[in-house]
């Protein structure tokens, strides 16, 4: 079992930046795969990026792809999402989640795949 509590979120201005946080609970937080997505009101949980166990191996979203970056810091049982350039399309609420399986480039975009899923933050961004 692993819970998993985002922070980081915000207001900000298009073009502005913001960085993600989330903290999971545990010893095996290396273990596993992590992903951020995020959702609008009345649609789909959308995938927006994801990292592998030890951080070498990322996935990105194309709408998010050169301004998003996703890390990673076990030590501190914390994965991240930097995002830049900030637009009004990226306003969601913004989740993460663990997968136990091993990384698969095809596998973490897909949100069945999770395992435990964090409670979200808001990003709001204004045109």
């Known amino acids: 079992q692993v819970q998993l509590v985002e922070s980081g979120g915000g207001l900000v201005q298009a073009g502005g930046s913001l960085r993600l946080s989330c903290s999971a609970s545990?010893?095996?937080?290396?273990?596993?795969?992590m992903g951020w997505f995020r959702q609008v009101p009345e649609k789909e949980r959308e995938f927006v990026a994801a990292i592998s166990r030890g951080g070498s191996s990322t996935t990105y979203a194309d709408s998010v792809k050169g301004r998003f970056t996703i890390s990673r810091d076990n030590a501190k049982n914390t994965v991240y999402l930097q995002m830049n350039s900030l637009k009004p399309e990226d306003t969601a609420h913004y989740y993460c989640?663990?997968?136990?399986?091993?990384?698969?480039?095809?596998?973490?975009?897909?949100?069945?795949?999770?395992?435990?899923w964090g409670q979200g933050t808001q990003v709001t961004v204004s045109s």
């Open positions: 545990g010893r095996t937080f290396s273990s596993y795969t």
């Open positions: 989640a663990a997968d136990l399986a091993a990384y698969g480039s095809s596998r973490v975009i897909r949100e069945y795949v999770y395992d435990y």
